[in-house]
């Protein structure tokens, strides 16, 4: 049983058959204040009555997957241990990824900007700007060098 709709128990679904693991998996479907209204199993949504036992032990799993979630990352985040591919940016520390994030709407946002972009974030000055740019871009401008050496 996940945590997660359609999506994510098709997902599950190509992982295990790529393993060659064979288990029934189902999903808990949510209504939209993130309450569970039904499972999904077997591309069927099959809804539970609310007031059923079957309900209260689904309610009962998701609200502890929920807490368990929430504790992990707690403990990462007390640790030291939530990575950002930002921070292997030279000239990026916290308050320039902060500002990346709330900049731009993605990771792909940031990958994709131009040095132009980069530099009307407040916080940033050219030097990290270009950090940015070339950290995202290095390989492509790598493989373009070498494409034209081997030509030559």
Do not use: W
């Not at 994709?112 to 070339?134: C, G, R, T």
Request: glycine share 6%.
């Amino acid at each position: 049983m996940m945590d997660g709709g359609k999506g994510q128990v098709n997902i599950a679904l190509e992982v295990l058959d790529e393993l060659h693991i064979s288990i029934p998996v189902c999903g808990m479907v949510k209504d939209d204040h993130h309450r569970t209204r039904g499972l999904y199993y077997q591309n069927i949504e099959i809804p539970i009555d609310h007031n059923s036992e079957g309900f209260r032990l689904i309610t009962r799993v998701q609200d502890e997957a929920h807490r368990f979630a929430i504790e992990f990352h707690r403990k990462l985040r007390s640790q030291g241990q939530v990575h950002s591919i930002l921070d292997d940016i030279p000239g990026i520390g916290p308050a320039r990824r902060k500002a990346l994030m709330r900049t731009f709407a993605s990771l792909d946002e940031i990958k994709n900007a131009e040095v132009e972009d980069l530099k009307k974030i407040p916080s940033m000055d050219e030097k990290s700007a270009k950090n940015v740019y070339n950290f995202f871009r290095g390989s492509e401008k790598e493989d373009t060098e070498a494409t034209l050496m081997e030509e030559q």
